[in-house]
């Protein structure tokens, strides 16, 4: 009878022992396949940081072959008179109308008719104005050529001063604008 009052007070202490040395084991023994090798498994660790994402390299500033004039004082009007077509020898009369520092202008007219305008201006007070410039498929002498709507064309000079023919008359076409912008000493202009 003792016997058995012992056995039913250690049976559950010798579980209770048991039961907390098998759950304090840190590590599991490797666990055998069915070839007989043995795998292990890796220690847990810390996720790895993730993977930086490479970030896209800044993005370049649009590289442009136009030269600096930033900051550079704008021509006077005067400066680009000398470099408008003379209306002799042709239909047109030439008429200065407007100078002012960084622009100038001419007036085509034709029997008292005003055909077109002829202006000059100097970029350095609207650098932004170059822009229109990039890609440009025409050319009059070497000059980018762009259209600006329907009744102008422009040529941009020496990366500076640009050049625009603007009908004022529905019979003065695109191809008098361009004959007329290669009228303008744009050589000349663009040594200035």
């Avoid at 590590?27 to 810390?46: D, F, L, V």
């Avoid at 047109?92 to 002012?100: G, L, M, N």
């Avoid at 025409?138 to 050529?145: I, N, S, T």
Wanted: proline letters at 7%.
């Amino acid at each position: 009878m003792n016997i058995r009052l012992i056995q039913r007070a250690i049976a559950p202490l010798l579980l209770t022992v048991f039961l907390l040395t098998a759950c304090g084991t840190p590590t599991s023994p490797p666990a055998s396949t069915a070839n007989g090798s043995s795998t292990t498994t890796a220690p847990q660790t810390e996720p790895a940081p993730a993977a930086t994402t490479p970030t896209a390299p800044e993005e370049a500033t649009p590289s442009s072959s136009m030269k600096d004039i930033a900051g550079l004082p704008p021509q006077k009007g005067s400066a680009f008179n000398k470099f408008f077509p003379e209306g002799t020898g042709s239909d047109f009369d030439v008429t200065y109308t407007q100078e002012k520092e960084g622009f100038a202008e001419v007036k085509l007219s034709q029997k008292g008719t005003e055909m077109a305008k002829i202006s000059i201006s100097d970029t350095v007070t609207n650098l932004t104005a170059r822009s229109k410039f990039e890609g440009a498929k025409e050319q009059v002498a070497g000059f980018p050529l762009v259209a600006q709507g329907k009744k102008a064309h422009a040529v941009l000079v020496g990366d500076r001063y640009q050049v625009k023919v603007m009908s004022r008359d529905d019979s003065f076409t695109d191809v008098d604008r361009k004959a007329w912008l290669g009228k303008v000493d744009l050589k000349g202009l663009s040594s200035l």
